[in-house]
């Protein structure tokens, strides 16, 4: 089960979605992660509706379950603020 995307980046750059590799991203750090900021990333193929399967096929939320992410914690305090 995932946790609700907080938009820190966390997943894209640990591992690449399939739908991401299909669209010729390397494994890890997906080149459609975009944003540059934690708590403001976002995936350019779901902004730009080249794919709108999101919550069949994208890992959206993944990283997020994950307990060594540093990034979540960070989008957490910055949402508290």
Same mark, same amino acid.
Not at 17 to 38: D, F, K, R, V, W
């Given at each position: 089960?995932?946790?609700?995307?907080?938009?820190?980046?966390?997943?894209?750059?640990?591992?690449?979605?399939?739908? &991401?590799?299909?669209? &010729?991203? %390397?494994?890890? +750090?997906?080149?459609?992660?975009?944003? +540059? %900021?934690?708590?403001?990333?976002?995936?350019?193929?779901?902004? +730009?509706?080249?794919?709108?399967?999101?919550?069949?096929?994208?890992?959206?939320?993944?990283?997020?379950?994950?307990?060594? +992410?540093?990034? #979540?914690?960070?989008? %957490?305090?910055?949402?508290? #603020?």
């Amino acid at each position: 089960m995932t946790k609700p995307c907080l938009r820190c980046g966390y997943c894209c750059k640990k591992a690449t979605c399939s739908i &991401g590799l299909a669209h &010729g991203a %390397e494994p890890t +750090n997906c080149m459609y992660l975009i944003g +540059n %900021e934690i708590g403001k990333y976002s995936c350019f193929l779901v902004d +730009n509706m080249i794919y709108d399967h999101v919550d069949v096929d994208l890992a959206i939320g993944d990283g997020c379950c994950m307990p060594l +992410n540093s990034d #979540r914690k960070k989008a %957490e305090m910055a949402i508290t #603020r």
